[in-house]
């Protein structure tokens, strides 16, 4: 049934006789006295319909398809349908591609023809159908699965959509070749034997061009702390993602806590969990007064009486020492972070005794009230002679 139908419909459409449009016009001379009823126009061939351009492309396609060569043929006749619009050029492309063995393309032009050839005689939908019946037993849906979205999907270099497919995807029987492409990964192909009529599903996996593994960044006792790998930041801790597979400097900053810095190799396709407990970014000072009643002020807050020991955060602060009876003292207390720094204060009464204090940083010791008064009781100041004080220690002014 097929064979002879398939034979019939190439005589009659390379002829350009079997899809012809129906007329509305009556036929010429008809005698209007008479009132006889006019006959309907002779029905156009693609020949006599088609004009210009697609003519030459439809004739081009007869004698081609004439040739066997049919994938040339079907070209020329899509180009005649792309000028014409005229849907009985989709018979002609699906009976070429059906001889060059593309079965699913010959299937979707037949589809194509009978959704747009409304105004088709019922004989030719008929045999369009069969045709298309007739045809599916050479194909089989196959649906396609892939890990990455917005891939190209080809089947036999021929691009069939993008992932994911909304549908199966109608292949000749056979050996075919499907792949996929995304910028970015490297290309997948799988190759498959296509059984007629039985459905199937192949899933391909896209893999990065780049080869990469997996980076777990935990930062302890800083719940807002943040990630920083190679310089860009990640993200808040806990930060989990995929990094090139390739050294990588990890770092993890919060407030108020040190900066900690790791290097870490990331393995391809491996896992790499970092978990650090931040320390927090303070160093330890110690205050001491000549008179025990010495009220103690650091950043405004009242710490102590006399001698003071305890940490601060990192930074400058600012240190007051008052006593009832005393000129009051103020300077700036620099704070190293894991460093001891100390800081003696001798208060001045209001008598005008002049006071001595000074800093003690890394076990160095420097009186500066004391070097004060040396200077003011010198009889003759000369030109400045080398300084004697231990390398380390830093001066500070003495009040007068």
């Known amino acids: 049934m097929l064979r002879s139908a398939h034979h019939r419909l190439v005589a009659l459409l390379l002829t350009s006789s079997l899809l012809a449009s129906p007329a509305s016009a009556l036929a ?9 009823k006019a006959k309907p126009a002779k029905k156009k061939s693609l020949k006599e319909s088609l004009k210009g351009d ?32 005229d849907a009985r050029l989709l018979f002609n492309m699906a ?4 001889d060059a063995k593309h079965y699913s393309r010959a299937i979707s032009r037949l589809e194509q023809l009978l959704k747009e050839g409304d105004d088709l005689p019922a004989q030719d939908k008929l045999d369009a159908r069969e ?8 194909t089989a849906p ?13 089947v036999d270099g021929v691009e069939v959509g993008k992932t994911p497919l909304a549908q199966s995807v109608l292949m000749d029987v056979g050996e075919r070749t499907i792949t996929v492409k995304k910028v970015g ?20 996996t896209l893999d990065a061009s780049q080869k990469k593994g997996t980076l777990s960044v935990k930062a302890i006792g800083a719940p807002s702390a943040l990630i920083f790998v190679d310089g860009v930041e990640q993200g ?7 990094v090139a597979a390739d050294k990588h400097t990890i770092e993890i900053r919060a407030r108020g806590f040190v900066t900690e810095t790791r290097t870490e190799t990331v393995a391809h396709k491996g896992t790499t969990v970092i978990e650090v407990a931040l320390r927090p970014d303070q160093g330890k000072v110690r205050v001491e007064t000549d008179k025990p009643e010495n009220l103690i002020n650091i950043d405004n807050q009242d710490v102590g009486k006399g001698t003071w020991e305890g940490t601060l955060p990192s930074g400058s602060h600012t240190l007051r020492v008052t006593r009832s009876g005393a000129e009051p003292h103020s300077s700036q207390l620099i704070v190293q972070t894991d460093q001891l720094s100390k800081v003696q204060v001798t208060l001045r009464s209001k008598a005008g005794l002049v006071p001595w204090y000074g800093w003690v940083i890394g076990g160095g010791l420097l009186i500066g009230g004391g070097i004060a008064t040396y200077l003011l009781t010198r ?20 009040r007068f």
């Not at 007869?62 to 180009?79: I, S, T």
């Not at 196959?142 to 080809?154: C, D, F, K, P, Y």
């Not at 009889?379 to 003495?398: C, F, M």
Request: aromatic letters at 8%; hydrophobic letters at 40%.
């Open 54 to 85: 697609a003519l030459t492309s439809f004739n081009r396609g007869v004698e081609l398809y004439n040739n066997r060569n049919y994938e040339g043929a079907k070209a020329e006749f899509e180009q005649a349908y792309n000028l014409s619009k």
């Open 185 to 204: 990964f490297l290309e997948a192909s799988k190759r498959i034997t296509v059984s007629g009529g039985k459905a199937d599903k192949v899933d391909i």
């Open 379 to 398: 009889p003759d100041v000369k030109d400045p002679q080398p300084g004697t004080i231990a390398p380390g220690t830093v001066p500070v002014w003495a």
């Open 236 to 242: 808040v801790s806990p930060w989990q993602g995929e």
């Open 131 to 138: 045709l298309l019946d007739g045809l599916k037993q050479f």
């Open 95 to 98: 009976i070429a591609e059906r």
């Open 142 to 154: 196959i649906s396609i699965s892939v890990n990455e979205s917005e891939a190209t999907v080809l």
């Open 28 to 36: 010429q001379g008809a005698n209007p006295a008479a009132g006889a």
